[in-house]
C-alpha cells in the first residue's frame, strides 16, 4: 500500500504562497503586494491585493510613484492588499485570524488590522522598515498585542503552468 506524500506544502508555505499569487493580480509596475487571511482553523477566510478601487479605472487613475502634484501619483488612490482583503471578507468577525502578506503592514493598515481584531501578522519583505510608516505600524500592533514574525522562507520553488 503506498503512503501518503512527505513533500506536501506546509501551512505557512501554502498561506504565503496564496497571498503571493493574489499579489500577482496587482498591477502596481513597481511593487505587488498580496494578502491571505486565515482562520485559527486554517481555513482561508478572504485575499486582496493592492491596486484601485472598483469604479476607479487601472487605465485611467496614475501609477506613478512621483510627481509635482500628488493627485497625479498613485498614493492617494491606491487601496492596499491588507486592506482589500479585510474588506473583502464578508463572513462576520476576524477576530483571532492570522493574516499572511508579502510586504509589512503601513500604519494604515495596522490600524485596519487590529480594530478588525487581526491576532497574527505574518510577512515576507520589510523593504520600508526605516519609514515612519512602518514604524508607527510596529508601535500600534505592540502596543494592541498583536504579534508579527517574518514569514521563515524554505528551499521549495512552485511552478504553476497556466
Ligand atoms: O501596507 C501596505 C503598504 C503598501 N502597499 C502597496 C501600496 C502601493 O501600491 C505599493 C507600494 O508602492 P511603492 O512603489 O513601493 O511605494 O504597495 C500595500 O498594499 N500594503
Ligand atoms: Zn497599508
Same mark, same amino acid.
Not at 41 to 45: P, Q, V
Not at 65 to 73: K, N
Given at each position: 500500500m503506498s503512503e501518503k506524500r512527505k513533500d506536501y506544502l506546509s501551512w505557512d508555505e501554502y498561506f504565503m504562497g496564496v497571498a503571493m499569487l493574489s499579489g500577482m493580480?496587482?498591477? +502596481?509596475p513597481s511593487t505587488q503586494v498580496g494578502c491571505c487571511i486565515v482562520s485559527q482553523?486554517?481555513?482561508? !477566510?478572504s485575499m486582496g491585493y493592492n491596486g484601485f478601487p472598483t469604479g476607479c479605472s487601472d487605465d485611467e487613475f496614475p501609477w506613478a510613484?512621483?510627481? +509635482? +502634484?500628488? !493627485?497625479?501619483?498613485k498614493y492617494v488612490y491606491s487601496t492596499h492588499s491588507e486592506l482589500n482583503a479585510i474588506l473583502n471578507y464578508s463572513g462576520g468577525s476576524l477576530v483571532g485570524a492570522r493574516l499572511y502578506v508579502s510586504l509589512f503592514p503601513c500604519n494604515e493598515c495596522a490600524k485596519a488590522i487590529i480594530q478588525c481584531g487581526i491576532r497574527e501578522v505574518i510577512y515576507?519583505? +520589510?523593504?520600508?522598515?526605516?519609514?515612519p510608516s512602518v514604524i508607527a505600524s510596529k508601535r500600534m500592533m505592540d502596543a494592541a498585542g498583536v504579534k508579527y514574525h517574518q514569514y521563515r522562507k524554505t528551499e521549495r520553488e512552485v511552478t504553476i503552468c497556466l
Open positions: 493580480r496587482s498591477k +502596481d482553523e486554517n481555513k482561508i !477566510l510613484r512621483e510627481g +509635482d +502634484d500628488p !493627485l497625479e501619483t515576507a519583505n +520589510d523593504k520600508y522598515s526605516d519609514t
